[in-house]
């Protein structure tokens, strides 16, 4: 049972424009959503992250916005740009717990 | 420069070999995880760590051990590898959360595990 879901695998965005990742998730015990960029032959690194009291976390060209009444989180890239081009996954975890629940991923291509 | 490493980077091995593949993190993190990432499935963590001589399972926990004797270290032990164990592994490490507060992890670059 997948209790993170990334539904599209892939996402082609011109440069520029607004590249929007979705993740949905199905445990209400989750608390804390995060989300990371991996380049191929690399580890994930750390995106953003966001906390369930807050709907918006901004960190410059990079937004998630939380709906918690639909389980739904987004990442927003505000100009997207060809470096961008990665897998990003949203990881979600509980609270008092250390155990961390990934996405499938989706991999984003900006097109220059 | 803080970094988390592992070691192989690449290894095929054979069934029922035993192997360790090792990590180890610069920045003096008390939590650090083990996940195994499969086409099609994301990344799935088989193990956690929360601080020297504390482990937990994660969802993946079948096949592997863990051990944490020092902060700095947290090497996986695959006793009997299968098949199955193919995969990609990463190491992470981060801060352990504080009442309030959570923290990010930092990955390793991988390792690729070959089992035949």
């Known amino acids: 049972d997948q209790q993170v879901k990334q539904n599209s695998p892939s996402l082609s965005v011109q440069e520029g424009r607004i590249s929007i990742l979705n993740c949905d998730y199905t445990?209400?015990?989750?608390?804390?959503f995060l989300w990371y960029k991996k380049y191929p032959a690399e580890g994930p690194t750390f995106l953003i992250s966001i906390s369930s009291i807050k709907d918006k976390n901004e960190d410059g060209r990079f937004t998630v916005f939380l709906n918690k009444s639909a389980k739904h989180l987004s990442l927003h890239i505000v100009p997207s740009q060809p470096g961008d081009s990665a897998v990003y996954f949203c990881a979600a975890s509980g609270a008092g717990t250390y155990k961390y629940i990934f996405g499938t991923g989706t991999r984003l291509k900006v097109l220059a | 420069e803080a970094q988390v490493t592992q070691n192989p980077r690449y290894l095929i091995t054979v069934t029922g070999k035993k192997l360790t593949v090792t990590c180890s993190q610069n920045m003096n993190h008390e939590y650090m995880s083990w996940y195994r990432q499969d086409p099609g499935l994301g990344l799935r963590q088989i193990y956690y760590s929360m601080n020297v001589e504390v482990t937990d399972k994660g969802d993946v926990p079948e096949g592997y051990k863990v051990s944490r004797k020092e902060k700095r270290n947290f090497p996986l032990i695959l006793e009997s590898p299968s098949p199955n164990q193919t995969s990609l592994y990463f190491c992470?490490?981060?801060?352990?959360?504080?009442?309030?507060?959570?923290?990010?992890?930092?990955f390793g670059p991988g390792t690729r595990l070959t089992v035949t």
């Open positions: 445990n209400s015990m989750f608390d804390y």
């Open positions: 992470a490490s981060s801060l352990r959360n504080l009442a309030g507060h959570r923290y990010e992890q930092y």
